[in-house]
């Protein structure tokens, strides 16, 4: 078992910045790959970053330039760093972990909401 407890959420305006922690414990955290999902209102979820075992990173298209992942494995922690936030990222973001970045994620996070203004 892991268990995930996201962190960091909040509202910000356009423009601002923001840094998402998720909080692993249990089961081995290094072997694990990470994602980070958002789901907003009345959307599916939708998967923004993913990180592998290996520290491989992946973006959808909609944050690359604007976002970071990164894990810390002694520290059991998988961040979003979230820089030009635009309205249309407010969501529920949840950290995942699975077998590899393409899934399946087994393990979630609670969530937190993200709300940008315009």
């Known amino acids: 078992q892991v268990q995930l407890v996201e962190s960091g959420g909040g509202l910000v305006q356009a423009g601002d910045s923001l840094r998402l922690s998720c909080a692993a414990s249990?089961?081995?955290?290094?072997?694990?790959?990470m994602g980070w999902f958002r789901q907003a209102p009345g959307k599916g979820r939708e998967l923004v970053a993913s990180?592998?075992?290996?520290?491989?990173?992946w973006y959808v298209d909609s944050v690359k330039g604007r976002f970071t992942i990164s894990r810390d494995n002694a520290k059991s922690t998988v961040d979003l760093q979230m820089n030009s936030l635009k309205p249309e990222d407010t969501a529920v973001y949840s950290c995942?972990?699975?077998?590899?970045?393409?899934?399946?994620?087994?393990?979630w996070g609670q969530g937190t909401q993200v709300t940008v203004s315009s």
């Open positions: 990180l592998s075992t290996r520290g491989d990173p």
């Open positions: 249990g089961r081995t955290f290094s072997s694990f790959a």
């Open positions: 995942a972990a699975g077998l590899s970045t393409r899934g399946p994620y087994g393990y």
